[in-house]
């Protein structure tokens, strides 16, 4: 009989081994790198910055919302990169998706995985991470993020509707 199990963060990083905090431009040559085709500018950040991994290959998740919006994003990594897959979010067959793409990659002990979660939601870099996690063992995995110049709604947004709602 299946089971269900909800997979919390604190599962994940028990899974995790101890990370080591990057101290500047240390990426080096990546065979891989995941991220995701958002809308905002912060998910282009990793192409603009020293950090960019120069990678063997790129897997681009696509959301099936915001698509006219999110086509700039997808562009420009396909354009910076040697080789991409698109990786299509879908509620129903993402972890499936996931898993087919890091079993093809299991086995390489020296794989280097860089992770761009700056335009990525909660349920992709969960669904992502816990992949990673029971099928790129060994891998060396790289997290890179670009905060958010603004986040909206702002303070002062809030504020008002607080007041307005009283």
């Known amino acids: 009989m299946p089971r269900v199990r909800?997979?919390?963060?604190?599962?994940?990083l028990a899974d995790l081994p101890p990370h080591?905090?990057?101290?500047?431009?240390?990426m080096g040559p990546t065979d891989l790198l995941i991220v995701a085709a958002g809308f905002e500018e912060r998910a282009?950040?990793?192409?603009?910055?020293?950090?960019w991994p120069h990678p063997r290959e790129t897997v681009i998740v696509e959301y099936p919302t915001n698509y006219e919006d999110n086509?700039?994003?997808?562009?420009?990594?396909?354009?910076?990169?040697?080789?991409t897959t698109i990786l299509h979010y879908s509620k129903m067959?993402?972890?499936?998706?996931?898993?087919?793409?890091f079993i093809e990659r299991a086995g390489l002990p020296d794989h280097r995985i860089?992770?761009?979660?700056?335009?990525?939601?909660?349920y992709?870099?969960?669904?992502?991470?816990?992949?990673?996690?029971?099928?790129?063992?060994?891998a060396r995995v790289t997290v890179f993020y670009a905060e958010a110049e603004e986040y909206f709604p702002t303070e002062a947004e809030m504020e008002?509707?607080?007041?307005?709602?009283?």
């Open 6 to 12: 909800q997979t919390t963060w604190l599962d994940v």
């Open 160 to 166: 008002g509707l607080r007041v307005e709602l009283g």
């Open 44 to 51: 282009q950040a990793i192409l603009r910055s020293e950090w």
């Open 124 to 138: 992709v870099f969960f669904t992502i991470m816990g992949t990673l996690v029971r099928f790129c063992e060994g």
């Open 114 to 122: 860089v992770v761009d979660i700056s335009g990525m939601s909660s």
């Open 71 to 83: 086509l700039t994003t997808k562009a420009a990594f396909e354009a910076a990169s040697k080789s």
């Open 20 to 26: 080591v905090e990057s101290t500047g431009c240390d």
């Open 93 to 101: 067959s993402f972890v499936d998706k996931c898993r087919s793409i």
